[in-house]
């Protein structure tokens, strides 16, 4: 057995494995699966859960590789704006890493954010998320779109940093999820 598929079944749990496989080739194959759930420190001093976000409306789960590089600032500078809209609009966006807390929320207040950026530091969320696999360190830059079902809907995997923000909002419409 691969060693992706080996992870998969540890983090994920033997029903996802082989969507989780699919995924080691195509990414997108996962969308219409069941997303993993989450507990995840934010920089807003809250602990987030996935589960608890989707009883009050669909949620943007956008991965980010390191904080305090230039794409980074730069897809955040992206997100903002087009975050703050559609939670205004009952769409959640929150903003995951692998860095540490402590690191992040200097970061966030710097940035000046509408939004938390959720810290994962074992890696343990977004090797189940598939945006940290084969031999990867730090998460790919994702964006995952969960409907209040807790499915994913779509899922962005060419996320340019200056126009995340752009992306974003043209999905949440494709989907239904704001009106144009």
Request: with cysteine; glycine share 10%; hydrophobic share 45%.
């Amino acid at each position: 057995m691969r060693p992706f598929a080996i992870a998969c079944m540890l983090f994920i749990g033997l029903k996802s494995v082989f969507a989780c496989s699919l995924m080691a080739a195509d990414p997108t194959s996962i969308v219409g699966i069941m997303a993993p759930d989450f507990r995840l420190s934010g920089t807003d001093g809250q602990t987030h859960r996935l589960s608890a976000m989707l009883k009050t409306g669909p949620v943007v789960v956008v991965w980010l590789p390191k904080a305090y590089t230039g794409n980074a600032q730069k897809m955040l500078e992206s997100i903002n704006p087009v975050a703050i809209e559609l939670e205004g609009r009952g769409v959640h966006v929150v903003v995951a890493t692998c860095d540490k807390i402590k690191y992040l929320k200097g970061f966030a207040r710097e940035t000046n954010l509408g939004f938390p950026i959720l810290a994962d530091p074992t890696r343990t969320t977004a090797i189940q998320w598939t945006t940290v696999h084969g031999g990867r360190e730090i998460p790919e830059r994702w964006a995952f779109f969960i409907g209040t079902s807790g499915k994913i809907e779509a899922l962005e995997t060419e996320l340019e940093a200056a126009r995340a923000g752009g992306l974003i909002w043209q999905r949440a419409e494709q989907l239904g999820w704001v009106k144009p």
